[in-house]
């Protein structure tokens, strides 16, 4: 009896205190979406890291001010890795906390059924780091995505292989591809294939293997055999490491390996090879070496202990572009915010931490600006190259 | 496809010298089946176990890696026996499909354990070795390749002797050739399947030392020596020490002239190719029935 009563009198304190909340109209509420345990939890971490810093940004910052200043409050949800938990916590963000929209949830396997719940129960949901090209390619109302597509990955590639004669002044007309030999590795490469032919530069080769092989040091022979101008690579971290001491070992050193931020932005690829990395070029989503990150990187590394990621770097973003859409929103309700996110337009300024002019989303929910920054691994350290605009050092062949 | 004299001399150096690791891992589980009729399923998270051993006594500890064979033979030596004693002694008598289930539990306790304590990372170890390079015309010639090579012929050798001139080798052989016999001449069925156990584990523990300047440490790794090992033993003759030998160099020279003559990623389909030929057309293995 005693219980009931005490649950009866709860649920009406609970029923009072929203009602005042949103008579007062001073928060709103923000699904945000990541696998916060099992395999992955602490990437799923560096993205509710980089979330939350926007968001307290925001609020610190007074606010959403065509909203009487009210507060953005983000409800968390765990989809433990597994895509079933990502609808289930879907429904309760929508359900039960009645949230605005919801950012999430770097897994692409997780991100597609998560986004489909979404559309279903017509809540704006963002996705930050998720890349699978299909995410924005289902004619989803309620799908908004920052990242870059997979298959922009090669597209990058190429654009700086063409880039690299006025970079430095050699012309590339001919290239060997070396990959792993599972999906990610293939269906990069079916990019790298389109691209490559577009700008009417000849493949030699393509040479893929499995990751998990003992040696690569033939596979590596059979691309030196060919001499192309330079390498690109699909790699995980063990394969990379193999790869960059059987080419250090076979004096290949004059070509350059361009590699699809693969195993090679993992710090362990500088940590295990040491000196032998010198020279590997790589893409990544964020480098605290870029102009003016910096800043950002030391608030984020003082509240965090660590460096800004590529995931927390596009949550961070993701909690800025949701704060820009409320303010043109200047309401809480999901389809006046789908309306305003359709209509996104941020330029370039203190809160634009991708290296573009602006964030907008095209028809599909894509933002078409998500360029990748090409680095190099210069004196033990990788340095952004690419796009000139934000490159730090050039590149060296 | 791409074809030249240096990629071929390449296939086949590389080839020779992973073939050489593969024969030193498959030998102690060829000498197990060989001895007791069992075949570890745990063979390769035994290897892994030993590898995390060398590796951390190379990164942390700043040992010379091929020192450190003087710990993992020893630990693996007395983690094969712990093993043995404790779960698969028990149900030595019982039917194989038991100890098959034991074997590959005992796998997947080991990986999982490998995961909960050193997480999914790979850790290669950076040693002075691992720069070491000999060029032979284009050909080039890994240094700890090379040293795991002839380590693993000198393990090899000893093992060799170990079986064919001491009285424990006398005891495993003739355990191996009939118990019951060895049993009624005296010999301690009972403790040569232990010792034998160890034996094979421990020549596990000098091929993690050998591997490890140029290979790296992660909970997996085992999956791939186990499957490798399984088919240089069925390959070679179930429980050949000879056969094993051969087999583990004629595997890793298909796989690597595999990856250098087959285009995309067919060079896995030779090896395992060569595999159901052999099954098929040569069961008992390329030296299986002469000898044992």
New interface residues.
């Given amino acids: 009896m005693i219980g009931l009563k005490s649950a009866l009198s709860l649920t009406a304190l609970a029923l009072a205190l929203s009602a005042s909340a949103s008579a007062a109209g001073n928060t709103i509420k923000i699904g945000a979406l990541f696998p916060l345990s099992g395999?992955v939890a602490k990437l799923g971490e560096a993205n509710k890291n980089g979330l939350r810093l926007a968001v307290d940004e925001i609020n610190a910052a007074g606010g959403i001010a065509s909203m009487g200043g009210a507060k953005i409050e983000l409800v968390w949800g765990d989809t433990q890795g597994k895509p079933e938990i990502g609808i289930g916590e879907v429904t309760r963000l929508v359900e039960q906390e009645k949230v605005s929209a919801i950012v999430g949830c770097f897994q692409s396997s997780v991100t597609l059924p998560a986004t489909q719940a979404a559309e279903r129960l017509g809540v704006p949901f963002l996705d930050n780091i998720a890349t699978s090209d299909k995410i924005t390619e289902r004619g989803f109302k309620y799908t908004f995505r920052i990242c870059p597509k997979a298959s922009w990955y090669a597209k990058d590639q190429v654009g700086f292989v063409k880039d690299l004669k006025a970079l430095t002044g050699k012309n590339v007309t001919k290239v060997a591809l070396l990959h792993e030999?599972t999906d990610f590795g293939e269906s990069t490469a079916a990019g790298q294939k389109k691209y490559l032919q577009e700008a009417g530069i000849q493949v030699l080769?393509?040479v893929?293997?499995?990751a998990?092989?003992?040696?690569l040091?033939?596979?590596v022979?059979?691309v030196k055999?060919?001499n192309p101008d330079v390498v690109l690579t699909v790699v995980y971290?063990?394969d990379a490491?193999?790869i960059a001491?059987?080419r250090?070992?076979?004096?290949m050193t004059k070509i350059p390996f361009i590699d699809a931020a693969g195993g090679t932005i993992d710090p362990?690829f500088l940590k295990?090879?040491?000196k032998?990395a010198e020279g590997w070029i790589t893409e990544v989503e964020f480098t605290k070496f870029a102009p003016g990150a910096n800043v950002l990187n030391d608030k984020y590394f003082n509240a965090f202990g660590e460096d800004i990621t590529g995931d927390s770097a596009y949550a961070y973003q993701a909690g800025w572009v949701i704060g820009d859409a409320l303010q043109r929103a200047a309401s809480s309700d999901r389809n006046m915010l789908r309306n305003a996110l359709a209509k996104m337009d941020m330029p370039a300024g203190k809160h634009m931490i991708l290296p573009t002019n602006h964030i907008f989303f095209d028809n599909t929910g894509q933002n078409p600006n998500a360029p990748l920054f090409v680095v190099q691994v210069q004196n033990g350290t990788m340095v952004p190259v690419w796009p000139a605009k934000y490159a730090a050092k050039k590149v060296q062949m | 496809m791409v074809f030249s004299l240096a990629l071929l001399g390449q296939a086949l150096v590389t080839g020779l010298l992973i073939g050489g690791i593969f024969s030193l891992v498959s030998v102690g589980l060829s000498m197990i089946w060989g001895v007791m009729r069992i075949i570890n399923f745990a063979h390769g998270e035994f290897l892994m176990v030993a590898m995390y051993i060398a590796f951390f006594l190379v990164a942390k500890g700043g040992w010379d890696p091929y020192l450190t064979i003087l710990v993992t033979a020893p630990a693996l030596f007395l983690i094969g026996m712990l093993i043995f004693q404790l779960t698969i002694r028990p149900i030595l008598k019982d039917p194989p499909i038991n100890l098959i289930l034991l074997t590959v539990g005992i796998s997947l306790i080991l990986q999982s354990l490998a995961l909960m304590f050193f997480k999914a990372d790979v850790r290669s170890a950076n040693t002075i070795y691992t720069h070491m390079n000999i060029m032979l015309g284009s050909v080039v010639i890994r240094g700890p390749q090379l040293i795991s090579f002839v380590g693993a012929g000198v393990a090899a050798l000893a093992l060799y002797w170990l079986l064919h001139k001491t009285d424990i080798g006398g005891a495993i052989r003739a355990t191996a050739q009939n118990s019951a016999a060895a049993t009624l001449v005296g010999v301690n069925v009972r403790n040569t399947y232990l010792l034998a156990f160890g034996i094979g584990s421990a020549s596990l523990g000098v091929a993690a030392s050998l591997i490890i300047p140029f290979y790296y440490a992660s909970p997996t790794v085992g999956q791939f020596f186990g499957l490798i090992a399984y088919v240089v033993v069925v390959l070679g003759g179930l429980g050949n020490f000879l056969g094993s030998l051969i087999a583990g160099l004629i595997i890793g020279l298909t796989e690597s002239v595999g990856a250098a003559v087959l285009p995309g990623s067919l060079a896995r389909l030779a090896t395992f190719g060569l595999f159901i030929v052999m099954l098929l057309f040569r069961p008992q293995g390329i030296l299986g029935g002469k000898q044992r």
């Fill in positions: 395999d030999n080769i393509e893929k293997y499995s998990s092989a003992p040696d040091t033939t596979e022979a059979k055999a060919v971290l063990n490491v193999l001491r059987a250090e070992a076979m004096g362990q295990q090879l040491g032998t």
